[in-house]
Each structure stands twice: as structure tokens, then as C-alpha cells.
């Protein structure tokens, strides 16, 4: 595996891949690899002749009192992991490399809607950072197709989104999240929970299949089931900021013939903020 640390080389390594007739795929992530990171580099190794892991810890995507100077940097372990996975070319960029710019000078990329609500309200500006890094590393190594986790539900559709809009030709591929044996979504973030912590941060995947299993039944009250979900959580010892169910396709509120349907929730759990969702079809009995 190659390791390259600036754009000029980038684009050289793209172009010889390019001009040899190989696809490549792309794998975006902040660092700190775990094994969902590493389906992802698997799946795209299945897919494309050539696999490109980006490391890169977006600041833009951060907000203020978030942990972006405390975010785990393990940028030599991340590298033997991806070595392993059989990855082409790890792309590592320092800040200065893709936001030569100050900060506020930086020219930034907005899904409006999409960006505003769940995640979005509660962290604003964080979609306007994604949005802008993954465009900028579309651009740079464009790829055939780039592969995001499904534990991120929002991001993927908003990047979905910003790719459609923006007519640019890379297919979005979305990964099935990867688990604990306990059920536990696997995140860079885990690392932040006390060994008390990590025992009960299973819980918010319990109360999602519980939330999905009376949804899957023909419960119509999603309000009720939100709140009852949400005060499940904190008895459980999170503090929930949201827990909602939403149309799978574009996250609106569902109205009651739509079957297709999300269930998303982020809750924190000590320093940890936690997000997962699941994915329900709603029964037709009752419609």
C-alpha cells in the first residue's frame, strides 16, 4: 500500500490508474479504524480494481466544544490495518493541505433540509463540513464509486444527496453497519465509554428493535413511540437527544400509507454521543 500526503500526489497516482483503464473506489474516514471501517475497504476491494482510503480529521465537520482536538489520531496502527485489507493508497492530508484558506474563508458545500434537522439540529454547520470534505475528495480522486457505513444515516443521504445535485459521477454505495456481538454499532467514538458505560450502551440498539418490532406490528403512533423510546434511553442512563421515525428515502415524516421507514436516535452516554438507526417496514394491516 502507498501513502501519499499531498494533492500533486494523489492526482499523479489517480491519473497512472486512470490511464491503465483501473476503476477505483474510495473510502472517506476521519482515522481511528475499526472493523466497520475495514467492511467498507473490503467491499470496495469486491468492487474496484483500485481502492483508495482517505484519513482525514475534518475540522470543518466540528463544532465548537466538540472533540475535534481530543479525536483519536492513530494514523500508524490505521495504516497497518489498512495495509491487511488489502487497500491501494492511503491518502493523508494535513489540514493545511486541503483547507489552505482560514477557516471562515473556506468555500463550503450545503444540502439545505437534509442538513437541518436530527444530527443536524443538534450539531449546525456539521453537514455543511461533511458535505464540503467529500466533495473536495471527490474532485480530487474521482473515483467510480465511494462507500459510506449505514450507521450514518443522515450522512449518507446528504452525501447521496449533494452528489445527485451536483451531477457529480461517483455511485454512492451504502454499508450494512457493522455490530458488536451484543449488538452494539461499531464507532470511532466507543473508545470514549468507561467499561461501565460499554455495558449499557447496547441498550440504545435494544430499545430501536423493540421501537422497529411495534412499527413491523401496526402501531401508527410514531409520536408516542418516540417519546416512549426516548424515556427508555434515559432510564437506561443516556441522555437522548433524539429518537424519530422518519421516511427512509429523504427523512420526512411519514405519512400513514409509507411503509419504507427509518427509526434514527443519538443519545450521549458519558463523553460518548451515540447515533444508530434501523430500517422497518411498516406492516400494511391497518393502512
Known amino acids: 500500500m502507498k501513502t501519499v500526503e499531498t494533492i500533486r500526489d494523489l ?11 483501473e476503476s477505483a473506489a474510495l473510502v472517506p474516514t476521519m ?14 476491494r469486491r468492487r474496484a480494481d483500485r481502492v483508495v482510503v482517505s484519513i482525514f480529521v475534518n475540522p470543518l ?33 494535513s489540514s493545511e493541505e ?40 471527490f474532485n480530487l480522486v474521482q473515483p467510480d464509486l465511494a462507500l459510506f457505513g449505514e450507521k450514518d444515516f443522515q450522512q449518507l443521504l446528504v452525501i447521496r444527496r449533494m452528489t445527485e445535485d451536483l451531477c457529480i459521477p461517483v455511485e454512492i454505495v451504502g454499508v450494512a453497519t457493522v455490530r458488536e456481538p451484543d449488538g452494539l454499532a461499531r464507532s470511532s467514538r466507543n473508545g470514549y465509554l468507561t467499561p461501565e458505560e460499554r455495558c449499557r450502551a447496547p441498550a440504545l440498539y435494544r430499545i430501536l428493535r423493540e421501537t422497529a418490532a411495534a412499527v413491523e406490528n401496526g402501531d401508527r403512533d410514531y ?9 427508555k434511553l434515559a432510564s437506561a442512563g443516556f441522555e437522548p437527544d433524539y429518537v424519530s421515525i422518519r421516511r427512509a428515502a429523504d427523512l ?19 463523553r460518548a454521543r451515540l447515533i444508530d438507526n434501523l430500517r422497518v417496514m411498516r406492516s400494511q394491516a391497518g393502512s
Open 252 to 270: 420526512a415524516a411519514p405519512k400513514r400509507h409509507e411503509r419504507d421507514l427509518v427509526i434514527l436516535a443519538a443519545a450521549r452516554l458519558g
Open 98 to 137: 486541503l483547507y489552505p484558506r482560514r477557516r471562515e474563508a473556506q468555500t463550503r458545500v450545503e444540502v439545505p433540509g437534509l442538513s437541518g434537522i436530527l444530527c443536524g439540529a443538534s450539531r449546525p454547520g456539521h453537514f455543511a463540513g461533511v458535505a464540503t470534505v467529500v466533495c473536495k475528495l
Open 31 to 44: 482515522g481511528n479504524l475499526h472493523g466497520g471501517h475495514l467492511e467498507l475497504v473490503r467491499e470496495a
Open 61 to 93: 465537520q466540528f463544532g465548537a466544544g466538540e472533540d475535534f482536538e481530543a479525536y483519536p489520531r492513530t494514523l500508524r496502527q490505521d495504516a497497518e490495518r489498512l495495509e491487511h485489507a488489502r487497500a491501494d493508497l492511503l491518502f493523508a492530508p
Open 223 to 231: 409520536p408516542a413511540l418516540e417519546a416512549g423510546a426516548a424515556q
Open 11 to 21: 492526482r499523479r497516482q489517480m491519473a497512472a490508474w486512470r490511464a491503465a483503464g
